[in-house]
């Protein structure tokens, strides 16, 4: 026989059950219930996991418009409920949650993902149950009618000609991290560059855990590539951009516009100084000229993102932003209904938001025109700056 | 093209030494109770927070921070021993492993909501420019890791095989009950080992933050790449454990730059399996006969 010590049984009950708490306090935040009968849309995006820095911005976002509208007295009379839900970064968790959204919270639409990673295995639910979902999100494939997106794809990829073209580059050398984001940039991003005029040179994959790229850029530099165009998000991106100084590589550095966040910052070190990345208007509003229409809208947001996160908003937390206000803006025309919902979305003409100015059709689901600036990290100051 | 060659073998350098370090401190907790510390990368990670969060926020000199994560680690280290695995006894092997692997997931929990979801890392310990040799560029960070993982791969190397203590440690591996019987406190000795392997997972974490970004998540893939490091070199001695964590990384450097990056992986573990079928013990174990 075995006996347990009844002090050492009820420490581990402790232990276990703390461990739970922990587990599922992880999980799910709990939302509370509102008094009247809201319009709910449900808000997916990914707070933990590898895809946490842009998809925690994007809600605190999409939850600073909501509440804007709640305190304006909300859309038609009707107060808005944003059911958020964590999907951990991972699709399938993502698949299991936007059936729950669907079924059970009874939304009238999605606002979310902030990641293509997650986009592409949610697109068929979105379909088959017929609920629109506004992400800030590439496509993958083609257009399918019930997705929409505030992510401004081939608006990127002319603002890194442009840039490149302004330096003379001609050789672009491009390094991705593995998985989905690398199969995109491949299928979508590469074509445009090409059709630009620009040679790629080559196509280098990582992973997302990898501590040292510099072999890749070895191989890249062999290949004379004059630009290194870094497609990844967060700390990879951050990796190369310091290994790229590490090795001192004769040519240009250039990032996404989505990687200016505080910690990108913070990971970069003194590598920074190499960064240039693509230009919003939100990462420089504070170094705006005054005479910029968008400079009081993008000043008050950021006031109200730094008021509640206590943090400076990136590109990021203006995609979330808009996301939700191009959904309550069709909720406005349509009211809660699901089909009138999509149908107001895709007829969304000269729709003001952060980031710029959406015009949807049939065939253009995504139809935001971003404001295009230069901007450059600011090492010594630990800011991005303005360059006119 | 020597430049770019030598380019290779340093970035899979840099990778391998931390997979060699924190291998060290697995490798301990393995000689002295034969278990497989799957939260032992969860040290790595509150070494490297703790002192990241110390320096940033808080703003303590940097000496001072790598010392305060070092001690964090070890004193949860301790703790973890004195109120996990202590307390279940002398349960089989098997179920104290699943129970680090469970603790690990806690620890990850715990660990985010401590510091939150982002990645941060320490300023590196001397200027961070590269240094040139040969048309190739190595990070004096990267001679950090390697300087001490060498360092702790003799200092733990030493006690293990010339001290009482190091005596007390392998026979507590060898039988428990035995060592017991022979006058060795068991449970104090694996107490303290617990502590000084965590510690040297702090160690590990606080020198690594500035190369590799370490956030709430990066501790149980360590720990995978450690133990996969210290089964390819051999986890019953320090030097086939160190060695393991480097040919790790310089094996990923060299397939990731001439199969594919996605390939990488799957080569490595290729090559454990391999090597397992050859030489079960690892490249510098020592050949069991029982």
């Known amino acids: ?388 | 093209m020597n430049g770019f060659w030598l380019q290779v073998l340093f970035g899979g350098l840099t990778s391998g030494s931390i997979y060699a370090l924190v291998a060290v401190g697995l490798a301990l907790i393995y000689r002295a109770t034969r278990v497989i510390n799957f939260a032992h990368g969860e040290f790595v990670v509150i070494g490297a927070l703790t002192a990241a969060s110390l320096v940033d926020p808080i703003g303590l000199p940097l000496a001072a921070a790598a010392v305060l994560g070092v001690v964090a680690a070890g004193a949860t280290g301790f703790l973890f021993e004195r109120l996990v695995l202590r307390p279940m006894g002398d349960k089989p092997v098997f179920v104290l492993i699943l129970c680090t692997l469970g603790c690990s997931i806690a620890f990850r929990g715990a660990e985010m909501l401590l510091w939150g979801k982002d990645p941060l890392r320490l300023p590196s310990f001397s200027s961070g420019t590269s240094w040139k040799i040969g048309g190739a560029a190595i990070l004096p960070q990267a001679l950090w890791v390697l300087g001490v993982t060498a360092v702790v791969m003799m200092i733990v190397g030493f006690v293990l095989q010339r001290t009482a203590y190091g005596k007390a440690v392998r026979a507590c591996a060898e039988n428990s009950t035995a060592a017991s019987l022979a006058g060795i406190d068991v449970k104090s000795v694996i107490a303290w080992t617990h502590l000084a392997s965590a510690a040297l997972g702090g160690v590990a974490g606080v020198l690594i933050s500035p190369i590799a970004a370490i956030d709430f998540q990066s501790g149980l893939l360590l720990a995978i790449k450690a133990l996969t490091a210290a089964i390819i070199g051999g986890l019953d001695r320090m030097s086939g454990v160190v060695l393991g964590g480097l040919l790790l990384g310089v094996i990923e450097a060299f397939s990731t730059v001439f199969i594919s990056s996605a390939m990488k992986d799957a080569f490595a573990f290729a090559i454990l399996i391999l090597l397992l079928m050859v030489r079960p013990q690892g490249l510098l174990g020592l050949r069991r006969t029982q």
């Open chain 1, 1 to 388: 026989m075995i006996k347990i010590d009844g002090r050492r049984r009820s420490t581990a009950a402790i232990m276990l059950s703390g461990m739970l708490i922990a587990i599922c306090a992880s999980m799910y935040g709990v939302h509370a219930q509102s008094k009247e009968e809201p319009i709910k849309i449900g808000g997916m995006f990914s707070t933990t996991g590898i895809l946490a820095g842009s998809g925690s911005e994007a809600l605190a976002g999409a939850q600073i418009l909501i509440e804007e509208i709640n305190s304006a007295g909300g859309v038609n009379g009707k107060p808005v409920q944003l059911v958020a839900v964590d999907d951990e970064s991972r699709p399938e968790q993502g698949v299991s949650l936007l059936k729950r959204l669907i079924q059970r919270e009874r939304v009238s639409a999605i606002a979310g993902p902030a990641s293509t990673v997650v986009s592409a295995s949610l697109s068929p639910i979105l379909n088959d149950s017929k609920v629109a979902a506004v992400g800030c999100i590439c496509f993958l494939g083609p257009i399918t009618p019930y997705e929409f997106s505030t992510f401004p794809l081939s608006g990127i990829m002319a603002n890194l000609g442009q840039f490149a073209t302004s330096h003379n580059v001609r050789k672009i050398g491009v390094i991705s991290q593995s998985g989905a984001l690398a199969e995109l940039v491949q299928r979508t991003q590469l074509p445009i560059l090409e059709k630009l005029g620009f040679e790629i040179v080559g196509f280098e994959q990582f992973q997302a855990s990898d501590t040292d790229v510099t072999p890749l850029l070895a191989r890249l530099q062999s290949k004379g590539a004059e630009l290194i165009f870094a497609a990844g998000s967060g700390a990879p991106a951050a990796l190369i951009a310091k290994n790229f100084k590490q090795v001192g590589y004769p040519g240009i550095f250039w990032t996404y516009g989505g990687n200016a966040t505080a910690s990108f910052i913070n990971l970069v070190g003194d590598a920074g100084d190499i960064v240039n990345m693509g230009g919003y208007k939100i990462l420089v509003y504070r170094e705006l000229p005054n005479s910029d229409p968008m400079k009081a809208r993008l000043t008050s947001f950021a006031d109200e993102y730094l008021k509640k996160t206590g943090k400076e908003p990136g590109l990021y937390a203006a995609y979330g932003y808009d996301t939700a206000l191009s959904l309550v803006e069709a909720i406005r025309v349509a009211g809660p209904d699901r089909e009138k919902i999509r149908d107001a979305l895709e007829a969304q003409k000269n729709l003001r938001t952060l980031n710029g100015l959406i015009n949807r059709s049939a065939t253009e689901h995504n139809g935001m025109q971003t404001d295009w600036v230069k901007v450059r990290l600011n090492v010594a100051e630990k800011k991005y700056q303005l360059i006119q």
